[in-house]
Structure formats: structure tokens, C-alpha cells
């Protein structure tokens, strides 16, 4: 499967699993290499974000950049 279809396959595939806001995740593949981006509401959304993605074939590694953003809480790197 080539990288375009890959990553599409792995957006739907976020956008189905239920415990994931799948708008707020970012999503890059390289030649089987998946890098997530993003945030994540809970400290469950963002493990939730790489089992969906490890049950997609054709990814052959997985590098999660996700950060967890609790509604109300700011952030070190807010202004």
C-alpha cells in the first residue's frame, strides 16, 4: 500500500474508534512510518490513538507526538 493510501486508511480508521477526537490528531506516513501529531484530551484518548493505528496494515512503526490537553488547564506554552 502506498503512503497516501496508508494514511487514509489510518485517518478512518481513528474516526471510527470512538475514544479518539480523530480532528485533533495529525497524521503522517512515510514509507510505512507513522508519526502522530496533535493533542489529546486524556491521558486515555492518547494510547487509544496508537492502538488504532497499529491495527491498520502496512504500518511498520509508529512515532507518537501526541500531547495530552486537559480542558481548563493551561498549557507551559500558552500565552
Not at 510505512?32 to 486524556?42: D, F, I, K, P
Amino acid at each position: 500500500m502506498d503512503d497516501i493510501s496508508l494514511r487514509q486508511t489510518i485517518i478512518d480508521e481513528l474516526e471510527w474508534e470512538p475514544s479518539v477526537n480523530a480532528a485533533h490528531i495529525g497524521v503522517a506516513v512515510d514509507r510505512g512510518v507513522v508519526t502522530l501529531t496533535g493533542h489529546a484530551a486524556n491521558d486515555t484518548e492518547k494510547p487509544a490513538a496508537g492502538r488504532a493505528v497499529k491495527r491498520v496494515k502496512g504500518v511498520h512503526a509508529i512515532a507518537e507526538e501526541i500531547r495530552v490537553r486537559r480542558a481548563g488547564v493551561k498549557q507551559a506554552n500558552d500565552r
